[in-house]
DNA sequence: TCAAAATATGAGTAATCCTCACATTTGCAA
DNA sequence: TTGCAAATGTGAGGATTACTCATATTTTGA
């Protein structure tokens, strides 16, 4: 029917129960390949729950196990790529310094990320579903945030006469219109995307440096 | 089931049959006052058809007598809202002929459209399912495009001498800016999204300005 | 006046998510 | 080893919902 993962009631979806074997701990990693893959093929809006189950080489009952609905699926996958995007991140700005560092690290940041939504298919269409899925527009914003963090510890590095409220407002708005304008690029033609993508980062950095 | 509108064609969906009669024509607006209620109660993914049937007073044949799916109709009151602000915006924007005026006229637009995300669930809620949903999607990009032609024709008014093709990329690029800033401003706290959007005026203007 | 076109109806079809009662496997203490 | 509880596995079937279609009614226009 799916009117019950229509009915989201924005709970972040958790596992129905941890798996604590061996055995199904790879299961699950099936699992969570097989709707990648599917995902990749034909978005996750047309992932069919039995089709995964399937690909992975389980039950439908075995999927029902460890995701408590199809949603799940999906949120246990983007909350991969963030945690795996949060570390390169967080290196990159680490030990930033000076401005040009920041715009050094930023602008390849901003590449990493252009280049990241263009070759994954799946990777795009999960941060596609983030206005309509309440848990994963959290998951995001959360993400967001802790990327901006990054910023925001370099911004008051460089600026410590500036307002902290301010620069972390700052921060946050430039890397929300980051994945934005990502967003955007990658849904016009490939051209216009490289041009967007440029414009963006003139418009971030002139923000992020000048104030 | 719902697998028939998960697996959207990205087909513009248009009415399977204009209603030519004026009998129609008024149970069609029934049809779309029903679903704009039914949508700023719980969302447009917990909307059934069947549920709009009914607050219409039609029977479900009716409703996809005049509308080929569920999307639709969602899509039918987006059209309406696009249309709606294209003739404020142009308006606001026609004839602004100084830098001044560009400053106090896009201030003003900008504070509309927040005031209006805030104030209609039902927009809200359309425009969240732009990126999951590609007709939607192509129309407001249709729409920022057109939008951003009014703001290009002022750029090009107060910058003679740029280069016309970077004004285009700045106003599309700062006009999806605006629409994802009030997104994001909607979706946090009253207080926060107010400074996102002070903030975002403030990035946008400078940006079109300056250059 | 009346036939064709437009409109209206709602029971039924099909697709899909998810549950649950029961089967099997694993971990582990005696 | 043995036995038992916990973890895991299964898939037929329940439930919901978008959408169809054969049929009935109303309107139009010649």
Not at 45 to 50: H, L, N, Q, T, V
Not at 108 to 115: P, S
Not at 177 to 188: K, P, T
Request: aromatic share 6%.
């Amino acid at each position: 029917m799916e009117g019950r993962v229509g009915s989201q009631d924005g709970q972040i979806a958790s596992p129905r129960r941890a798996p604590s074997q061996q055995r199904s701990r790879e299961r699950v990693e099936r699992m969570l390949a097989a709707a990648s893959a599917l995902i990749g093929e034909q978005g996750s809006d047309a992932m069919r729950m039995g089709e995964v189950a399937e690909r992975a080489g389980v039950s439908i009952g075995s999927l029902y196990q460890f995701f408590p609905d199809k949603r799940a699926i999906v949120w246990a996958l983007a909350e991969r790529y963030t945690t795996e995007s949060q570390a390169c991140i967080s290196a990159a700005l680490v030990d930033v310094s000076d401005a040009e560092g920041l715009g050094q690290a930023f602008s390849e940041l901003v590449d990493i990320y252009y280049r990241l939504f263009l070759a994954e298919p799946v990777m795009r269409d999960i941060w596609s579903g983030t206005q309509a899925d309440k848990a994963l527009r959290e998951l995001e914003l959360a993400d967001s945030r802790a990327n901006a963090e990054f910023l925001t510890a370099v911004l008051k590095r460089l600026r410590p006469a500036a307002d902290p409220a301010a620069l972390e407002t700052t921060a946050f708005l430039v890397w929300q219109m980051g994945e934005a304008a990502m967003r955007l690029a990658i849904s016009v033609g490939r051209e216009e995307g490289d041009r967007l993508v440029a414009a963006y980062k003139r418009m971030a950095l002139r923000e992020l440096l000048d104030q």
